[in-house]
Antibody, heavy 123, light 110 residues
């Protein structure tokens, strides 16, 4: 059974940094693209970033480009999101998400989601 | 990278059918068949309902169907049930190699 578990969220001041982690089980981690999707309180879904199969390519929403960095450690079955220069509008629950489809080239369907980690940016 | 446009809310009675629209541009929905739909109940994670414009993942009821015409996608739920009351989101791949979601539609089953 595929399980995704996020950690690392918390309260941070504007301009600060935070690193989210996502531990995956039940999958061969390096065989699937992995993504982060966020949801601000009471708001809709927003795609944040994706790392391709093998980690060779990364993709970012314009709203986080240059501030956030996605990475993975296949040996530990872990996905990361380094968030710098945080803003109030980054406050959200951050979900780790993936398409369970080894060999699929398109990464943008998410059939497995973690429960999310809340990031609050406030002074 | 503007969000896709969905109606804020729709409603229907049990047994009826409803359709939720999702309007994009020629740089996202109009250009690709990578359109998907998600259902999200309060306090729960989203569930993938449709991918590839009109493909249902295993286990999703055939009461859910979807289509695309030009730069507008649509999700139809037939035989509405009370458990269908939830938020629904569309998403699409874009020409900027990004993904964009719709703003979400709250479905109320009266």
């Amino acid at each position: 059974e595929v399980q995704l578990l996020e950690s690392g969220g918390g309260l941070v001041e504007p301009g600060g940094s935070l690193r989210l982690s996502c531990t995956a089980s039940g999958i061969t981690f390096g065989s699937h693209a992995m993504s982060w999707v966020r949801q601000a309180p009471g708001k809709g879904l927003e795609w944040v970033s994706t790392i391709s199969v093998g980690g060779g390519s990364t993709y970012y929403a314009d709203s986080v480009k240059g501030r956030f960095t996605i990475s993975s450690d296949n040996s530990k079955n872990m996905l990361f999101l380094q968030m710098n220069s945080l803003r109030a509008e980054d406050t959200a629950v951050y979900h780790c998400a993936m398409r369970y489809c080894a060999g699929c080239t398109y990464w943008g369907y998410f059939d497995f989601w973690g429960q999310g980690s809340l990031v609050t940016v406030s002074s | 990278q503007s969000a896709l446009t969905q109606p804020a809310s729709v409603s229907g009675s049990p047994g009826q059918s409803i359709t939720i629209s999702c309007t994009g541009t020629n740089s996202d929905i109009g250009a690709y068949s990578h359109v998907s739909w998600y259902q999200q109940h309060p306090g729960k994670v989203p569930k993938l309902l449709i991918y590839g414009v009109n493909i249902r993942p295993s286990g999703v009821s055939n009461r859910f169907s979807a289509s695309k015409s030009g730069h507008t996608a649509s999700l139809t739920i037939s035989g509405l049930q009370t458990e269908d009351e939830a938020d629904y989101y569309c998403s699409s791949y874009t020409s900027s190699t990004t993904l964009v979601f719709g703003g979400g539609t709250k479905l109320t089953v009266l």
